[in-house]
Every structure is written in structure tokens, then in C-alpha cells.
């Protein structure tokens, strides 16, 4: 694998590729992958049905949806082109499909949202028409979103120009619970490798990951996030709509608890590596300083 950007850029072709396994952890994730494979086609999706609600609700849910199936999107793009570039690399054989193994758990998630939004609200939010000022703040909340969602991608590409495989490889080890078992294995092999430097880089890309990620599970943050002035306040209100009706959305206080579980629950591992957390006082972790820049561009994915 190349170990610096100095070195002359690699030929990033797939072939001859290769079934070598250096990553027992790794491996042991994509194995573990086959039998954890869920089918979403088996809902109970005739149990939701957009006649129990009323037009607020189905729309407020329906909104929800579309703002997780941003991040979805952007999980299916990023790991998907991860798996392409590590085959590129010929990076060892395991960790290209597990890359191509989340891929696919991010269409499965995606396709979750879209089969949702279909029994809800039928054409929301690519083609749907709004009927109120409610609707049509809802719709502009998440039309914005996706329009920066092709900032974050711009980034995502550009960022492989500057950064070394094995620092954007490392970013990938932000991703959800459900890959963390690769994503950390990821993370852990890249990370023997790192300088000092780079170390404080896969830093400040968990700092990006949180400012990325904000919209979801915190409220958007300005570094990266352009949108309307009253996107919180719309964003707030149809959150609410959308939990009183049953859909489990958390209320700030548990987006904000759960976010720190999740990050000190790996804090011992990732420092064992040498890796620092970041600080992040919206959450009340602690760690090291970083300052993202407005516009900064989020070189991790989810
Ligand atoms: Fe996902």
C-alpha cells in the first residue's frame, strides 16, 4: 500500500487484485456480515398506514425519513466509492468488501426511508407538491439540506486529491454503530502506520464527523451547514409533530446523552491508538481543541 503522498501516485486499477487476508478482524466483520444480512422487504410495512395520521403527522414522519436518508445517501456514495479506490489500491481482500458490504447496509437503510416515505407522504420529497405553509417549510427544510449534501460530496471527492488513502480510510471509521466493528478494525490498521500529524488529522475528521452528522442527531452547525435561518425552528417543530406521533425521534436531551455514550463507549480503544478525541463541548466531551473552519471541507463519511 502507498505510505505517503510523496511517493508517486499508484496506477488505481482493480486488477489483478487479490484474496489475501491480513486483517483477521476484518475478515471476521465481512464474515459475520452474511449472516446479519436483514431484509427490509419483510416489514410489516401494511402496518403503517398514512390513513392513521393526520396530514401533519404523515408529513412530519415523512420529513424525518428523508433527513436520515441524506446520510444514507451520503454512506452509500462514500463507502461505495471507498470500495472501488481500496480495490484501486489493492488493498488486502477482506477490507474491499467489507466496504462493499456497507455499502449495500446503506442502500438497505435508504431503501427503509423510501418505503416509509412511499406509504406516508407518496412522492416525498423529490416530486412531491406541498399543500400549506407547514408542507412547503418542511419540503424547503430538506431541499436545502440536499443541496448541501452536494457540497459535502464535492468535498468528499476533492478530498482524495489531498489527503492519503489511508488517512480517508481512517475518516470511514465514523460510520454507524452497525459497521463499527469494521470501521474500528479499518481504523486500527490504518493507524499503526500514522505520524503524529496524521493522528491529529483522524481527529479533527471525528470533529467533522459531529459536524456533519449535527442536523440528525444534534442541530446544525454553521462550520459546515448553510441553510434558511429558521431551518432549527422549522426543523424543531416537525420533530416534535413527528415523535407525538409515534415515530421514535429522540428530543435533544437524548440525542445529546446517546451521542456521548456513543463516542465515550469507543474513547479507551481509539486512544489506545494514539488517536485523540476531540472536544466537543455542544456534547460534553472532552478532548482536544480543534477548530473547524467555515466551509472546511468534511473529508469523512458515514
Ligand atoms: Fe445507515
Known sequence: MPKASKQKPPELNIFPGNWTIKNEQMFKAFDLSFAQHWNPANFPWEELDGKNFDPKERIAQAYWMSKLALFEKSG???FGFGAVRAAELNLEDPTKKMLASITYDECRHDEVCRRACNKLCPNWPYGYKP????????LRNIEALYEEGRRYWKGFKGAWEYLTPELLFAGFFFAEIGAVVATMALLRAMAQEFSEEQKLTVTRQMKQGFIF???LLYQH???FWRLPSDFDKVDQEVE????????????MEEKVRYWKQAIEKKRGEIEEMGIK??????????????QVKKNETIATSF
Open 76 to 78: 452509500i456514495g462514500a
Open 213 to 215: 452528522l449535527s442536523p
Open 221 to 223: 452547525r454553521p462550520e
Open 277 to 290: 478525541v476531540p472536544a466537543i463541548p455542544e456534547l460534553g466531551v472532552e478532548g482536544v481543541e480543534v
Open 131 to 138: 399543500q400549506s405553509d407547514f408542507e412547503q417549510k418542511a
Open 240 to 251: 416534535e409533530i413527528a415523535r407525538n406521533a409515534g415515530l421514535g425521534v429522540l428530543t
